[in-house]
């Protein structure tokens, strides 16, 4: 080894031990991002455990076995060298835990001080990642390699983490690894990165919008840089590493050596591939854009590198015909693979989202305690199955289950959503069972409809996901659809800046300064109309001038809040008012801020997880009727056992049906949310998980609401995000015992704060007819009820909605609830009273069969009023 390299990788060899902290193990044949050598470990430790540095010396030889390794040297040549190094390494070299352990000793990495004053520029290495689960995971592995401690388990710790809602990073931190949109967040404080020497960004060929957004800023920077103008970091370089599992770097090449032909026109199309005489393939190569000295002098430069991953063959099978039920047909596999497979070898199974995935939870589940069964009464010697989930809300402490060992004679099913195509590798996976489905986000800007619809894969992710199996030795991909639908997917996926809302580009680009949004150097430039949409979208929320087209103070304030910037705009409303309210919001947008819902699908009682053996795998899919395939598990307490009728008086009996019912507001989702949430964190709920069980509620989910519940209290208590100076009121003054909310006063200030950040997604009814007390009955002859105000789009309430078959009054509070005690003495099988709401509210509309409004609460279209966006 050459001193450079050792100089390298042996830093971290020296110095005494200190007090580990939680590791999360990571396979030390794959990315090492995942390893199943080393066990969790926790504060209380005996004498005989290993010391962080034992720990560290022996990851060192599993290191050396990495396809990247050999390259270290080349690796630090070309970053020293060039401004940019495009590095493809494939799944499995181990390119995102020792690179910046390469550069991490490098004499242009350590921090400087510049002038009189000795400011400090540079020193730091971030590592961004397109997920959570990917940035955790990859810092933990990175802390024991090194044998440091992780973030702020201790001041001297060398490695660290920052993802929404969890900062896990002391003053000493040098290797940081972040997700794209923290960022995202660090620039609108540093627009210069000035304690970073280098930006790796890793995965980018999931192309998602933060991404892009992430490259524009960091060329700007190096721009400046090489042109000397306005170079805000004094002379000291910011190195950039962009890193891809496949070899498509052609675009991102041009787009740093600034080629005109990236600036296409502004119709979504995808940047253009270079001609195969001048670019065939990825290989290693130097480029400048242009050869004389004077030109070359001020542009970027880029290097370029290809590092081979292991892989052994992988046996592809596909189904003869199109699968009709796509759960059954995943679960058979399942079985057939565990009955005819030999250990170890763990199965992967990569579904569209996390409904999917904890409906197979169960019927696997179910499965494993037949074995267990049979296996008394036959004396069978098949193994144990072991079902762990695997997606992006999930808690942190059950995604590091999936990189520990399994038990002996334990095989491992692993359900995942597309998190395990690259970012993070699952260790003894053999084989794959691909379900050629993804969520993806689709943007209407003329209906202003934002969707996430299950849609199939591309070419290039089926190849990803097939590739899992290879990774330790020879496996098997079982897909479930034709090889004529794999020939008829797209090639690549599509980057995400095509078809999503682009409202936190714009609001993003706005408070970064940049007045032409049009302008902004992108790597592929977004459709014309979904720009203008986001443009309205923002001057509707008060984010923007409408003279100017500056960002506006509400604006700055909402850049800075780590959700979506309506829900963002709901959470400033709320600070007009006292603690009590801003909590209630907190809570309610706590709670949106997950894709999934809370509540879980009641059928016979029962929730899906209890009932799945009685239902089966039809029953399990609520809705599919109309083409929900499992969307009503969504945050509503509905108490719908089918889609088309309310339930019976003997459904009402159901003792989750009761328990939820003291949790609903009759009139809205959103309280019904605020309920359940103040419910379970009250200190009469001793015991939480037996509380969502008697609710049928997710404690997964409620646990990860509590996690963002707590950041976004602690950053709303800042001044200044307040609007208006307002007093602050004890949350128990309008509490009722068992924590609902009571006071009629606080939920219309509640609902008015949702309005002010939702209020273009208000509908009425689309046609009325005139009743007494000034209400509304439904006309049974309109085929959708109700109609937005801003795009005249037709809808539906969802089936999973209090508000479903609802019967209640002709307004949010048209009667200020007198219908309470009244309803309780009607013999009515509906949850509201006789007349349907004017007007609503929604959070997230859902094209199935047809637009469903989910997330709905009934409002005044005198709150819309009020704030001036009626004319």
Not at 175 to 195: A, N, S, V, Y
Not at 595 to 603: A, D, S
Request: with cysteine.
């Amino acid at each position: 080894m050459s001193s450079r390299k050792r100089k390298a990788v042996d830093a971290f060899q020296t110095g005494s031990p200190r007090t580990p902290s939680a590791t999360l193990p990571c396979n030390t044949s794959d990315d090492v991002e995942t390893s199943n050598k080393l066990p969790i470990t926790n504060g209380n430790r005996s004498s005989t455990k290993p010391s962080l540095r034992e720990k560290a010396q022996v990851l060192r030889e599993t290191r050396r076995k990495l396809p990247i390794w050999p390259h270290a040297d080349e690796v630090l040549k070309k970053v020293s060298e060039h401004d940019v190094l495009l590095l493809v390494g494939e799944t499995g070299s181990g390119k995102s835990t020792q690179i910046p352990q390469f550069l991490y000793n490098e004499k242009w990495c350590r921090p400087q001080h510049i002038g009189e004053r000795q400011q400090r520029m540079g020193g730091r290495i971030a590592i961004l990642q397109p997920r959570r689960v990917a940035a955790i995971s990859l810092a933990n592995r990175v802390a024991s390699e090194i044998g440091t401690p992780l973030g702020t388990a201790s001041p001297a710790s060398q490695v660290g983490y920052s993802v929404r809602f969890d900062n896990n990073v002391s003053t000493s931190t040098r290797i940081k690894f972040l997700t794209d949109g923290m960022l995202l967040q660090e620039l609108l404080r540093d627009h210069w990165l000035k304690e970073y020497s280098c930006v790796i960004v890793d995965e980018v060929h999931e192309r998602g919008v933060n991404v892009d957004l992430v490259l524009g800023f960091l060329k700007q920077i190096l721009d400046a840089h090489k042109s000397g103008k306005q170079d805000h970091r004094q002379g000291v370089p910011l190195k950039v590493i962009v890193m891809s599992a496949t070899a498509e770097m052609e675009g991102i090449e041009k787009f740093f050596l600034d080629t005109p032909e990236l600036q296409q026109a502004a119709n979504g199309d995808q940047t253009p591939k270079a001609d195969e005489d001048d670019f065939a393939g990825f290989s290693d190569d130097e480029k400048l854009v242009n050869n004389t000295d004077q030109q070359a002098k001020h542009t970027i430069s880029v290097a370029s590198c290809h590092i081979k991953g292991r892989q052994y063959p992988v046996t592809l099978s596909y189904v003869p015909q199109p699968v009709i039920n796509l759960l059954d047909t995943t679960m058979d596999k399942i079985t057939y693979i565990h009955q005819h497979t030999p250990l170890p070898a763990d199965i992967l199974v990569f579904l569209s989202g996390q409904e999917m995935i904890e409906n197979l939870e169960s019927l696997c589940n179910i499965y494993a305690t037949t074995l267990a069964d049979k296996e008394k009464q036959q004396k069978q010697k098949l193994p144990a199955l072991q079902t762990l989930p695997l997606f992006a809300s999930l808690p942190n402490h059950l995604q590091a289950r999936v990189f520990q060992p399994a038990s002996a004679f334990t095989r491992r099913v692993i359900l995942s959503t597309n998190i395990a195509e690259t970012s993070v590798t699952v260790p003894n996976v053999r084989h794959i069972i691909d379900t050629g489905k993804h969520k993806a986000r689709l943007f209407r800007p003329g209906l202003n409809l934002d969707t996430l619809l299950s849609t199939p894969i591309s070419q290039s992710m089926a190849r990803q996901r097939a590739g899992r199996a290879g990774r330790e030795g020879p496996g098997t991909c079982h897909r479930l659809y034709t090889e004529k639908d794999f020939w008829n997917l797209e090639k690549d996926t599509k980057p995400e800046i095509l078809s999503t809302d682009l409202s936190f580009l714009v609001l993003t680009l706005k408070a970064h300064g940049v007045a032409d949004v049009l302008g902004f150097p992108l790597l592929t430039k977004p459709p014309r109309r979904s720009l203008e949409a986001a443009l309205e979208g923002l001057l509707n929320l008060g984010a923007l001038d409408g003279e100017t087209g500056d960002i506006t103070e509400i604006g700055r304030k909402m850049a800075t809040l780590p959700v979506r910037p309506d829900l963002a705009r709901c959470l400033l409303e709320g600070s007009k008012h006292g603690q009590d309210v801003m909590d209630a919001v907190v809570d309610v947008v706590a709670a949106l801020s997950l894709e999934e819902g809370i509540f879980l699908p009641v059928r016979n009682g029962q929730t899906g997880k209890q009932s799945t053996k009685k239902m089966g795998t039809k029953e399990l899919l609520l809705g599919e009727k109309d083409g929900l395939n499992g969307h009503t598990n969504g945050n509503s307490a509905a108490l719908h056992n089918d889609a088309e009728h309310p339930e019976s008086d003997e459904d009402i009996s159901n003792p989750i049906e009761t328990a939820r019912r003291k949790l609903l507001s009759r009139h809205s989702d959103h309280l019904t949310l605020a309920n359940a949430i103040c419910t379970y964190s009250s200190p009469s709920t001793s015991d939480r998980r037996a509380w969502c069980d008697a609710h049928g509620i997710s404690h997964r989910a409620m646990s990860r609401i509590m996690d963002v519940r707590k950041q976004l209290r602690q950053m709303m208590s800042n001044p200044k995000y307040r609007l208006v100076p307002s007093t602050s009121n004890t949350i128990a003054e309008n509490i009722e015992a068992n924590g609902t909310l009571a006071d009629l006063v606080k939920k219309e200030l509640v609902l008015k704060c949702l309005v002010a950040g939702l209020w273009p997604n208000v509908a009425v009814l689309s046609s009325l007819t005139p009743s007494q007390a000034g209400q509304v009955k439904q006309n049974p002859n309109q085929r959708a009820p109700y109609t937005t105000l801003l795009t005249n789009q037709p809808i539906h309430i969802h089936p999973s909605s209090v508000l479903f078959t609802h019967r209640g009054g002709g307004g949010a509070f048209a009667k200020k609830d007198r219908d309470d005690e009244n309803d309780k003495k009607r013999k009515s099988s509906g949850v509201g009273t006789s007349t349907m709401p004017r007007s609503i509210i929604f959070t997230d509309l859902i094209y199935t069969s047809k637009p469903y409004a989910r997330n709905v609460s009934a409002v005044e279209l005198s709150w819309v009023a009020e704030l001036g966006r009626l004319s």
